[in-house]
């Protein structure tokens, strides 16, 4: 059972490069997360999705760019990468059920210079 | 906005009991969470509580939620290296699937 799969694991970007960042679940949740994590700030909710075809801005979303053409995919977009956007990128997915709280990925590193 | 607020840092010696503590601001939670994340992973759900509960025990861990206060606690047993990691709180008020996290505390097991 993989869970929620991210990939890069690392990334090192050049100012003004574009990337995406992949995110996979196949335990069919229909709620899908990115959040971004800095060294004691927490996690800050980028954008979100409550399912396929349906999109929306967390706390965080500027510079950033979402889809959710299935149900399984959830990539996140950078178009013009600013050393703001170095950070640990987490992917996170949920069901219906509150009490089995949020399922993450293993977080995307990236790195902008 | 919904507000979580945790301490930073946290040290105990190995065998003794480590608290964690939280609050929140918004009272309509539904759900509290405790989530653990060791270096270079990512979180992983230990617990939760439902907010009508005002303890939870899961073996060495101990969750006391104060609604009063709005004051969220998570403690755990007979402390072990292996428990050295970053705890996050967390609570949903915009109901179970959106959920508010806290700044996490990072807790340091001195063997």
Redesign the interface.
């Known amino acids: 059972n993989a869970g929620?799969t991210q990939t890069p694991k690392f990334r090192i970007l050049k100012i003004g490069q574009s990337m995406t960042l992949q995110c996979a679940q196949d335990m069919n949740h229909n709620?899908m997360y990115w959040?971004r994590q800095d060294p004691?700030?927490?996690?800050k909710l980028i954008y979100?999705s409550?399912g396929a075809g349906i999109t929306d801005k967390g706390?965080v979303p500027n510079g950033y760019n979402v889809s959710r053409s299935t149900t399984e995919d959830f990539p996140l977009r950078l178009e013009l990468a600013a050393p703001s956007q170095t950070s640990v990128y987490?992917c996170?997915s949920?069901g219906?059920?509150?009490?089995?709280?949020?399922?993450?990925?293993?977080?995307t590193r990236l790195t902008v210079v | 906005g919904e507000d979580v607020e945790q301490s930073l840092f946290l040290s105990v010696r190995e065998g003794d009991s480590s608290v964690i503590n939280c609050t929140y601001t918004d009272s309509s939670s539904t759900y509290l969470y405790w989530y653990k994340q060791e270096p270079g992973a990512g979180l992983q759900l230990l617990t939760y509580i439902f907010s009508n509960m005002d303890m939870k025990q899961d073996q060495r861990l101990t969750v006391l939620l104060n609604k009063k206060d709005k004051h969220l606690s998570l403690r755990i047993a007979d402390t072990q290296t292996g428990d050295s990691a970053i705890y996050f709180c967390a609570e949903s008020s915009g109901g179970a699937n959106n959920l508010f996290f806290g700044t996490g505390t990072r807790l340091t097991v001195i063997p």
């Open positions: 929620v709620y959040y004691g700030m927490g996690l979100y409550v706390e987490f996170a949920s219906a059920a509150g009490e089995n709280g949020y399922t993450f990925g293993s977080g």
